[in-house]
């Protein structure tokens, strides 16, 4: 079986030749920290789901192209690198700019993530997204705030209904290592053709808890 795959902060995607979901990776060095449009030039986009506190589903908004600083979603991050990091990496955080929802005491999904479509070569091959964690120093999850990693599947004929959600959880990630090595995995199944392949980093929050995870 052949096997794509996708790394980050390192993030990878690599796929054989000619299959539809095309080789990924990025380490986030060469990507200009003071420019709001580098990490949606590097094809990163958000997407918000807000829920009650009960967990019933309100709304979601985007997608939209994934900012660079300011208090919604990500960011290019420096000064808290390994030595297997580099300089930059990115980090990936709540929606604060949804300022009513947070106060409310509803939760904020915020994903932060890259997407291609599966196509008919991908058929029966495997997806790994390969990625190193830590939490922010300063800002990493705090209190109910929960936050992962992930692989989705999206169906785009069936009102983009969920078919595969693949999860590494990152809440307890620590402040002064990196966890690395992480790897997800997901089989591209025969029905896929057509469907939407998203991996990323997702948090979940309210009343303005820290969220911060690189």
């Known amino acids: 079986m052949r096997t794509l795959l996708a790394t980050t902060a390192a993030v990878a995607l690599t796929a054989a030749a000619h299959a539809d979901l095309a080789p990924y990776s990025q380490d986030f060095e060469g990507l200009d920290q003071a420019n709001p449009d580098a990490l949606a030039n590097d094809g990163w986009l958000v997407f918000g789901n807000v829920f009650d506190p009960g967990g019933g589903y309100l709304y979601g908004y985007g997608p939209f192209a994934a900012p660079n600083g ?111 090595g992480n790897t997800l995995s997901v089989s591209i199944d025969a029905a896929w053709e057509g469907h939407i392949l998203q991996f990323g980093f997702l948090s979940t929050a309210t009343l303005f808890e820290d969220s911060g995870v690189y």
Not at 108 to 120: C, H, K, L, R, S
Not at 155 to 170: K, Y
């Open 70 to 180: 300011g208090p919604g979603f990500s960011a290019i991050a420096t000064g808290e690198a390994g030595p297997n990091q580099g300089l930059q990496y990115l980090n990936a955080y709540s929606d604060y700019n949804n300022g009513d929802e947070h106060a409310a005491g509803n939760l904020v999904e915020a994903n932060v993530f890259q997407e291609q479509i599966v196509g008919a070569p991908d058929l029966g091959q495997s997806f790994d997204f390969n990625f190193d964690y830590k939490a922010s120093f300063e800002f990493g999850p705090a209190g109910s705030t929960s936050t992962m990693a992930f692989i989705k599947v999206l169906d785009p004929n069936a009102g983009f209904s969920l078919v595969e959600f693949i999860t590494l959880e990152t809440t307890d990630a620590p402040n002064d290592v990196w966890t690395e």
